[in-house]
């Protein structure tokens, strides 16, 4: 599937994957703990940056203090960004370190969605040093971006919305990406070996990181939402997977 029906469908997994509650919710609930501990870190971070980011738009910018009335709003936009660049640097660490740390709690979940979908149940797994390299690799991939909108929120007048739905995509994206990679690597499949796979369905796999990415703004959405994410990637690659096998 393409376009807004792709998106649609694989934002549609993120709600199945809420289904999971009802057959395993000591499991579910097991799988909240981590993003607990990792979202009071970064939230405690946020909310350091929120109550100083007017000091630190105005060091940023010590050419605007003759600007008058431009001076304010030159740093009400930066100021703007730079809590929205944060604020995609928090969605995919936050990822990225949730995964690793609640690693063996996810994988259980996800074994356990292939049993519940049936067949075989691959015996591979990514390992708390791999995913904790992707974390790394993720905190990298958001401090790139947050320095793109940054840079995007100069722009008069549409900077920062042109921000802040592009931080939202490249997010979305970035955030889909790490959860489908799990249960693809659990097959052996290697990064050539997953683009092949996945090709096609990029609408989906984005649908699926928008969807989880919408819990992450609303309180406490993120810490809800990645359990039955991890649900919710599983079936969607479980899908493709069998998309591609009956294609010959």
């Given at each position: ?15 199945k ?14 799988g ?43 740093r ?9 660049g ?5 969605a ?15 994988e ?16 591979g797994?990514?390992?708390f ?40 995509l ?6 889909a990406?790490?959860l ?16 092949a ?5 990029g ?10 990415q ?35």
């Amino acid at each position: 599937m393409s376009g807004p029906v792709g998106v649609a469908h694989g934002a549609s997994y993120v709600l199945k994957g809420f289904t999971m509650w009802r057959r395993r919710p000591g499991l579910m609930l097991l799988g909240m703990v981590p993003a607990v501990l990792v979202l009071v870190l970064i939230g405690a971070a946020l909310v350091l940056l929120v109550a100083n980011v007017g000091d630190l738009a105005g060091w940023l910018t010590p050419f605007a203090d003759d600007w008058d009335t431009w001076r304010s709003v030159v740093r009400l936009g930066l100021a703007l960004l730079l809590v929205g660049g944060s604020a995609v640097l928090a969605a995919v660490t936050f990822t990225g370190l949730t995964l690793a740390v609640g690693d063996p709690f996810y994988e259980r979940i996800w074994r356990e969605t292939e049993r519940m979908l049936g067949g075989e149940v691959p015996e591979g797994g990514v390992g708390f040093w791999r995913a904790l390299r992707d974390a790394g690799v993720l905190m990298l991939a958001g401090l790139g971006m947050a320095f793109v909108l940054a840079v995007i929120g100069f722009l008069p007048l549409v900077g920062a919305i042109a921000g802040a739905v592009l931080g939202f995509l490249v997010s979305a994206r970035l955030l889909a990406g790490e959860l489908v990679s799990r249960p693809l690597e659990s097959r052996g499949l290697d990064r050539e070996a997953r683009k092949a796979i996945l090709a096609g369905h990029g609408s989906s796999v984005l649908g699926l990181g928008m969807a989880t990415q919408a819990f992450f703004l609303v309180p406490f959405g993120a810490v809800a939402v990645m359990p039955a994410a991890v649900v919710g990637s599983t079936m969607l690659v479980r899908e493709i997977l069998e998309s591609a096998e009956a294609a010959g």
